[in-house]
């Protein structure tokens, strides 16, 4: 079995939530900013993946036309809820373009969407990760999808820059030249926020124990309810709540 960074993640939140998910294999439609964000993924990835070897951008209505492509064939399994399809659409549209023009010139890819399994002795799982983009200078950037601007200590905080560390140093021998989230802002204007981070290797060995420590208590086969005054633990937040009500109805009635 494996782990990853969303796996644990989902863990940290409700070990409910991944029990459903990752044990019984449960999967809910996805929202729209999930749809976007995956139907942007495509478009960049499209593009970088041959400017590996081209150094070269491909035209804007080709990058356009990967974008749609992806995004119609995940709309129909989608959870719109009072958003609309087509404007969800065109605001990617808006996103994509702004990315093409302003952001991919700058950047010269060697790797993309580049799979990376980690095994470790004595331990009977695999942590397995992607890093969206590499570039020559050896720096990862990922590119993400917001409704509004990050705040400034966001990379600070956040443990998938850990991860994307720990997946690049075991890869490559080294340390990288970086990590960089580049945030797509989906605001009237739409916009770019570009946030850079380091890591060091005190924040991975954290992390691995971290890792290992959840995995002890997978392996219980004891999955708990977050705390229910979580914002998170609602209907409208979480896709397996109504299952959640059904065995809290089964063991308290």
Same mark, same amino acid.
């Given at each position: 079995?494996?782990?990853?960074?969303?796996?644990?993640?989902?863990?940290?939140? &409700?070990?409910?939530?991944?029990?459903?998910?990752?044990?019984?294999?449960?999967?809910?439609?996805?929202?729209?900013?999930?749809?976007?964000?995956?139907?942007?993924?495509? %478009?960049?990835?499209?593009?970088?993946?041959?400017? #590996?070897?081209?150094?070269?951008?491909?035209?804007?209505?080709?990058?356009?036309?990967?974008?749609?492509?992806?995004?119609?064939?995940?709309?129909? /399994?989608?959870?719109?809820?009072?958003?609309?399809? %087509?404007?969800?659409?065109?605001? %990617?549209?808006?996103?994509?373009?702004?990315?093409?023009?302003?952001?991919?010139?700058?950047?010269?890819?060697?790797?993309?969407? !580049?799979?990376?399994?980690?095994?470790?002795?004595?331990?009977?799982?695999?942590? $397995?990760?992607? $890093?969206?983009?590499?570039?020559?200078?050896?720096?990862?950037?990922?590119?993400?999808?917001?409704?509004?601007?990050?705040?400034?200590?966001?990379?600070?905080?956040?443990?998938?820059?850990?991860?994307?560390?720990?997946?690049?140093?075991?890869?490559?021998?080294?340390?990288?030249? %970086?990590?960089?989230?580049?945030?797509?802002?989906?605001?009237?204007?739409?916009?770019?926020? #570009?946030? *850079? /981070?380091?890591?060091?290797?005190?924040?991975?060995?954290?992390?691995?124990?971290?890792?290992? !420590?959840?995995?002890?208590?997978?392996?219980?086969?004891?999955?708990?309810?977050?705390?229910?005054?979580?914002?998170?633990?609602? *209907?409208?937040? &979480?896709?397996?709540?109504?299952? &959640?009500?059904?065995?809290?109805?089964?063991?308290?009635?």
């Amino acid at each position: 079995m494996h782990l990853s960074y969303s796996q644990i993640r989902m863990f940290r939140r &409700c070990p409910m939530q991944y029990y459903h998910r990752y044990i019984k294999g449960l999967k809910i439609p996805p929202k729209s900013a999930l749809t976007l964000g995956k139907s942007i993924h495509k %478009g960049i990835e499209y593009n970088f993946s041959q400017k #590996i070897k081209s150094q070269k951008d491909l035209s804007l209505p080709d990058v356009l036309d990967a974008y749609s492509t992806a995004f119609d064939s995940l709309k129909y /399994g989608t959870n719109w809820e009072d958003e609309k399809p %087509g404007e969800v659409k065109d605001d %990617g549209v808006k996103l994509m373009s702004l990315h093409h023009t302003k952001q991919a010139p700058q950047i010269q890819p060697i790797a993309v969407e !580049k799979k990376i399994p980690i095994s470790f002795d004595n331990v009977d799982y695999t942590f $397995l990760g992607y $890093l969206d983009v590499i570039d020559k200078k050896g720096k990862i950037i990922d590119t993400k999808t917001t409704s509004k601007t990050p705040p400034e200590d966001t990379i600070k905080k956040d443990e998938q820059l850990t991860a994307y560390a720990l997946l690049y140093r075991v890869e490559y021998g080294k340390e990288e030249a %970086g990590i960089e989230f580049d945030y797509l802002i989906r605001t009237k204007t739409p916009k770019i926020a #570009i946030m *850079e /981070g380091w890591r060091t290797q005190q924040d991975i060995e954290k992390f691995l124990e971290e890792v290992g !420590k959840i995995w002890a208590v997978i392996k219980t086969g004891i999955f708990i309810r977050t705390d229910p005054s979580n914002w998170w633990c609602s *209907e409208r937040f &979480c896709g397996y709540y109504s299952k &959640c009500m059904l065995r809290k109805k089964k063991y308290f009635t």
